[in-house]
């Protein structure tokens, strides 16, 4: 069953692109935060929604908020991704799929394509906003917007 606006996200691990360790509970329930799920590392439109998030990344963090990204991309994949394009937020490995399906990310473009969905939660991690647009950079003045009214 996929995640709707007002539900909480729910906890899961996974590895961030340094190898670490990351618990959802860190952070959600405690600050704004924004789960965007993208298809694949390197490519035309998830490099424009990567950079679009880095170049706004210092907007959402004067908010309070935080930014993290997701693909089933490997770890090592992940860090060049991250070297490459100076990404200043946290991407997480889900190899296995399990946090798209815990989330109820659906695949794009008659099942090709992993989906391309952004998550909105408040502070006390309830999901505000469900974005699902197939062009990537509509997802962050979108994602950006929402955290204000959170905020207002």
Request: aromatic fraction near 12%.
């Amino acid at each position: 069953m996929a995640l709707q606006v007002g539900d909480k996200i729910p906890n899961f691990t996974a590895k961030d692109s340094f190898g670490n360790d990351f618990d959802s509970l860190s952070i959600v329930g405690k600050i704004p935060v924004v789960f965007y799920f993208y298809p694949k590392d390197n490519t035309p439109g998830c490099t424009a929604q990567a950079c679009s998030f880095r170049d706004q990344y210092e907007d959402f963090k004067d908010l309070g908020a935080e930014v993290i990204g997701i693909s089933s991309d490997s770890i090592v994949s992940h860090q060049k991704f991250v070297n490459r394009y100076k990404l200043p937020f946290t991407l997480l490995s889900d190899s296995e799929k399990k946090i798209r399906i815990l989330f109820g990310v659906k695949p794009n473009l008659f099942g090709l394509l992993p989906g391309r969905v952004t998550y909105v939660a408040d502070q006390n991690g309830v999901i505000r906003l469900i974005f699902d647009s197939l062009v990537a950079t509509n997802h962050i003045p979108r994602a950006l917007e929402v955290i204000k009214r959170i905020l207002s």
